[in-house]
């Protein structure tokens, strides 16, 4: 059973930076991709960032692409996701998730981000 833990969310201006984090437990972590996704109010959780399970590729929303970046540390078992020149659409609350099985199978509790004009 792997359990994903987020961290790092807040309130921050727009234009600011924030780094999120997911750490993880329970099966062997480097053996996954892994990925951030984010719902806004009133709207459908949507993909941000993935990364596979070494770390050599990643992908992004288009609406992401050049502003965040994703990481991860296989030896702490923990996933990134680095957040730079935030928008206030940006605001959400952002979840990290295990691929196991080919689908995105496993989530964390979430993380809000609230970014302010």
């Known amino acids: 059973q792997v359990q994903l833990v987020e961290s790092g969310g807040g309130l921050v201006q727009a234009g600011d930076s924030l780094r999120l984090s997911c750490a993880a437990s329970?099966?062997?972590?480097?053996?996954?991709?892994m990925g951030w996704f984010r719902q806004a109010p009133g709207k459908e959780r949507e993909f941000v960032a993935a990364i596979s399970w070494l770390g050599i590729n990643t992908n992004y929303a288009d609406s992401v692409k050049g502003r965040f970046t994703i990481s991860r540390d296989n030896a702490k078992n923990t996933v990134y996701l680095q957040m730079n020149s935030l928008k206030p659409q940006d605001t959400a609350v952002y979840y990290c998730?295990?691929?196991?099985?080919?689908?995105?199978?496993?989530w964390g509790q979430g993380t809000q981000v609230t970014v302010s004009s």
């Open positions: 998730a295990a691929e196991i099985g080919s689908t995105w199978s496993t």
């Open positions: 329970g099966r062997t972590f480097s053996s996954y991709a």
